[in-house]
Nanobody
Framework: QVQLVESGGGVVQAGGSLKLSCSVS????????MGWFRQAPGKEREFVAA????????YYADSVKGRFAISRDNAKNTVYLQMNSLKPEDTAAYYC????????????????WGQGTQVTVSS
């Protein structure tokens, strides 16, 4: 079993920054591709970003490319999402996710989910 716990959400003004963290416990962290998803009220959950086990290869949704950055520290069993130039449309609950491959994450075939952390961007 793998447990994912997100932190770092909050309220920020448009143009500001936030950094989300996801602490992972349980099975070997480095075996998993890690990702972030978000879900706004009334909308479906959408893929945001993913990183392979090495953290070198990263993938982003077009809507966040150039503004968000995913990274991971395998020694700390933690994955991060640095969010810059935030927009009101980035407001959502953000979820950390783990799966055996980036391809699985991008197609929403997630093995483990975190409980989510709320990000609210005010205009």
């Amino acid at each position: 079993q793998v447990q994912l716990v997100e932190s770092g959400g909050g309220v920020v003004q448009a143009g500001g920054s936030l950094k989300l963290s996801c602490s992972v416990s349980g099975r070997t962290f480095r075996n998993y591709a890690m990702g972030w998803f978000r879900q706004a009220p009334g909308k479906e959950r959408e893929f945001v970003a993913a990183a392979r086990w090495s953290g070198i290869s990263t993938y982003y949704a077009d809507s966040v490319k150039g503004r968000f950055a995913i990274s991971r520290d395998n020694a700390k069993n933690t994955v991060y999402l640095q969010m810059n130039s935030l927009k009101p449309e980035d407001t959502a609950a953000y979820y950390c996710a783990a799966s055996m491959s980036v391809a699985s994450l991008k197609t929403h075939r997630v093995d483990y989910w975190g409980q989510g952390t709320q990000v609210t961007v005010s205009s």
